[in-house]
């Protein structure tokens, strides 16, 4: 459903902003070019940008207006990279480790991640250095208050730093 507004967004936005249709190109041109992915995927990655908005959109207002939402998908990514994270505290004791990164699909799925594994591993706090912008819906900090954004917007590379504060 997602992906068919995105494209529905996509072809009709492209026809009046040319920024909007070159970006759109550009992911497929990438994709086909220098990746060498096949056509068919290709061309599913023009309208990659909108779908990350509406999916990003559709996890902050559903948790927003829901308070408390399921995705089991993103669960199961938590679930393990909570077993990955915790072999790796237990081989290097005090060493930080550093999660990387999940933005592609959406900032918010992104958040959703890092708020699943912070409550796994019992933190009472975790924190994202991130490229995308903060606050582009209402206020994160508001809905996702143990999570500490550091904006960097010099690079689009996310990582995520393990090393909260045991929950109480």
């Not at 992915?37 to 207002?61: A, C, N, V, W």
């Not at 699909?105 to 992104?110: L, R, T």
Request: aromatic content about 8%; overall charge neutral.
């Amino acid at each position: 459903m997602l992906e068919r507004a995105a494209a529905i967004t996509w072809h009709v936005r492209s026809v009046f902003d040319a920024d909007f249709w070159a970006s759109g190109n550009v992911r497929a041109e990438i994709e086909r070019d220098i990746l060498e992915l096949p056509t068919s995927t290709s061309d599913r990655s023009r309208i990659g940008g909108q779908l990350e908005k509406l999916i990003d959109q559709r996890i902050y207002f559903g948790r927003d207006i829901r308070k408390q939402e399921a995705w089991p998908d993103m669960d199961a990514i938590a679930e393990e990279l909570t077993s990955k994270v915790a072999a790796l505290k237990r081989a290097a004791p005090g060493q930080p480790v550093f999660i990387s990164p999940f933005h592609y699909v959406s900032q918010y799925a992104n958040i959703y991640i890092v708020e699943r594994i912070a409550q796994l591993l019992g933190l009472a706090s975790m924190s994202v250095v991130s490229g995308v912008p903060q606050n582009q819906y209402g206020d994160d900090h508001a809905l996702i208050p143990c999570i500490r954004c550091f904006t960097r917007m010099a690079t689009r590379t996310v990582a995520v730093w393990v090393c909260g504060l045991p929950a109480r």
